[in-house]
């Protein structure tokens, strides 16, 4: 039973984390660290929050959202990335909320870069493997989240690539 019940809290708490309603956006983002910290004990997590970046009236739809994102960009480190240090940097820049997530895992080729950022462009109907089902993981999350996502990626001895995604744009 004590079992259960633990798996059903972890549930719901990546349903909603409880650290919102406690602490708030800062409280969820360092619990959300400190368990995959607890989960990857070789892995070095660096957590930078700027005094006064997230501010205590952000709406609770905003904090959801930050913190998706940062769960969604960890699990995708985690999972891809083959990092050995990961980093989360939040700060407001000229009035616009900036959530940054480095690591110096393997990065992307351009190939991989071009494929992860299309919206479609897989057949993949019940393969949940590689870029995302139906190939919509990247775009479709993170403008769902953000009005602008950037990415920057390289390997080993390349030239850093970039691109990114704006919904003013679009």
């Not at 109907?125 to 190939?135: A, E, H, K, M, T």
């Amino acid at each position: 039973t004590t079992h259960i019940q633990g798996k059903l809290r972890e549930q719901l708490r990546r349903l909603r984390p409880i650290e919102l309603d406690t602490g708030g956006i800062e409280d969820a983002l360092e619990s959300l660290i400190e368990r995959w910290r607890d989960e990857n004990p070789d892995t070095l997590f660096v957590v930078e929050i700027a005094p006064g970046a997230l501010i205590p009236a952000l709406s609770e739809a905003m904090a959801i959202a930050i913190y998706r994102i940062v769960q969604e960009a960890l699990s995708n480190i985690l999972k891809h990335a083959v990092a050995r240090n990961i980093g989360l940097h939040v700060d407001c820049a000229d009035g616009e909320l900036v959530v940054e997530v480095r690591d110096d895992g393997v990065g992307m080729d351009r190939a991989t870069l071009i494929q992860a950022m299309r919206f479609g462009g897989s057949g993949r109907y019940n393969d949940r493997s590689g870029l995302g089902r139906f190939g919509m993981g990247l775009p479709n999350a993170s403008l769902g989240q953000a009005r602008r996502v950037s990415v920057y990626t390289w390997q080993s001895g390349a030239s850093v690539l970039t691109t990114y995604l704006d919904v003013d744009e679009i």
